[in-house]
């Protein structure tokens, strides 16, 4: 089974000390909301973010979506052998439950995104499809390791082992009873914590260049895919 987990994710609401600035009141106007109430995004609050500590890596929601676009609703995803997590920069996780049907529309996405971060969970009652856990991610690395001695952590980081596409193939399981944790950046600037790098026993770099979360959470999906066989494994059970 293959988790992903999109770490220091870029996601959260206008925090109080801005909450009150010309710009944010001007945008929760324009939203109908309260301003405590809008997702935190550089795109509408720029020029206030300034005014926040460590603002290169917050307020680009923007960067979840696309990862969470193009990992969900995978036959890996649909074949029950994905999970996926949203660590946030105040250390609480998200657990996405595979079968959500996120909107296709950011808008849309932005809007149940501030239901999640005000209430806890979506949907508000029933079973939840998204909710908010306060568990640190050193356990929730070792509940995705279920106990086995094969299990597999890895970091994708510029800096890390120059990897190609055909070593990673080779780096990943074909058995899909094997858990494999990777950890990708879901923030736009800056490092991860040393603690956090400390808890992946390998680092990968996957180009000699920047790339972004998406791209990395794709790759990672589609070569493990390929080397369970996931597709064959659909097409022999149809
Ligand atoms: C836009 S980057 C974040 C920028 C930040 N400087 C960093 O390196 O973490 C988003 C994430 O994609 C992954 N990433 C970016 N470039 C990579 C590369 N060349 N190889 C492997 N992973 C990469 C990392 O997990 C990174 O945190």
């Not at 250390?91 to 808008?107: A, C, F, M, S, T």
């Not at 998204?130 to 800096?159: F, P, Q, R, Y």
């Not at 794709?218 to 066989?229: F, V």
Request: aromatic share 4%; with cysteine.
């Amino acid at each position: 089974m293959l988790h992903i987990i999109l770490l220091d994710c870029a996601l959260e609401l206008v925090p109080r000390e801005i909450s009150s600035l010309k710009q944010i009141q001007k945008h929760a106007t324009r939203r109908g909301k309260k301003s405590s109430e809008l997702l935190l995004d550089q795109t509408h609050h720029g020029q206030s973010m300034t005014k926040l500590s460590q603002s290169e890596r917050r307020g680009r929601p923007d960067i979840t979506f696309l990862s969470l676009m193009s990992i969900l609703e995978t036959p890996l995803c649909k074949e029950g052998l994905l999970s996926v997590h949203l660590h946030l920069q105040d250390g609480r996780i998200i657990e996405v439950r595979p079968d959500v049907r996120l909107p296709r529309n950011y808008d849309r996405f932005v809007g149940l995104m501030e239901q999640l971060l005000l209430k806890g969970r979506v949907p508000p009652q029933g079973d939840s499809l998204l909710h908010i856990n306060e568990g640190s991610i050193e356990d929730l690395i070792s509940k995705l390791k279920a106990g086995s001695d094969n299990a597999k952590t890895l970091l994708a980081v510029e800096g890390g082992k120059q990897t190609s596409i055909e070593s990673l193939r080779n780096l990943l399981p074909q058995d899909p009873s094997v858990p494999v944790i990777v950890g990708v950046g879901a923030f736009p600037h800056g490092n991860l914590s040393d603690e956090t790098v400390s808890m992946f026993g390998t680092h990968l770099e996957l180009d000699s260049e920047v790339m972004m979360a998406w791209h990395v959470s794709a790759e990672l999906l589609w070569i493990y895919s390929l080397n369970i066989g996931v597709v064959k494994i659909r097409y022999s059970a149809t």
